[in-house]
């Protein structure tokens, strides 16, 4: 029976809510490495914090935060690609892709900031998903990005398709390439629509070399 896309992507806000990816790799299961960095840039676990350098590890419950000018590419183990731009904050929530299965399960919480993603792969992924304050968008594989400010977000597609909703009960919206939304604190995504030439140079200058 085919899954109706909408209803997986609820039960997955669900999940979240009830604290469904809470189960985490050991600390010393690497699941990406720096591939690419400048600025100051650390990884923070509890109340510690490490500065990063290119061939650094990153885990499970690892937040990566950079400073006014740091910014730092992210390999992960599938293939995939994070890019972390100035002043932000993203934990990698929960990583672990399944080959060939379709199953696998991968969780980012952007806190502040903005990132880029490149899901490499589809066919590993059941989820892929950036959650904010006020959204979660979600995808099989595909390149998009995410900014995430005080009671707001934004999720621009660069490429493929990406599901948005709001944290707050309301539509699902689908994304294609060139499309963005924005969503605001207890309100849905405005309908997907192309940004304008000025707002999209401006959010990938922060997320490109």
Known sequence: MRINRRVWLRAMFAAIALGGFTRRLAAQDAVGEVVRIQGHV????????????????????????????GKVDLRFTDGSLLTVGPSSRVEVARFAPKAGGGSGEALLSLLSGIIKLIVDDGTRWGRFAVQTETAVAAVRGTEWLVEAAKDTSAVLVLSGTVEV???????????????????????APTPPKIWGAARRQKALARVTW
Do not use: H, N
């Open 42 to 69: 650390a990884k923070t676990r509890g109340s510690g914090e490490t500065a990063l350098a290119a061939g650094d590890k990153v885990a499970v419950g690892d937040s990566i935060v950079t400073g006014e000018d």
């Open 165 to 187: 909703a709001s944290r707050s009960p309301g539509p699902v919206f689908k994304l294609g390439p060139g499309q963005g939304t924005d969503i605001k604190a207890g309100a």
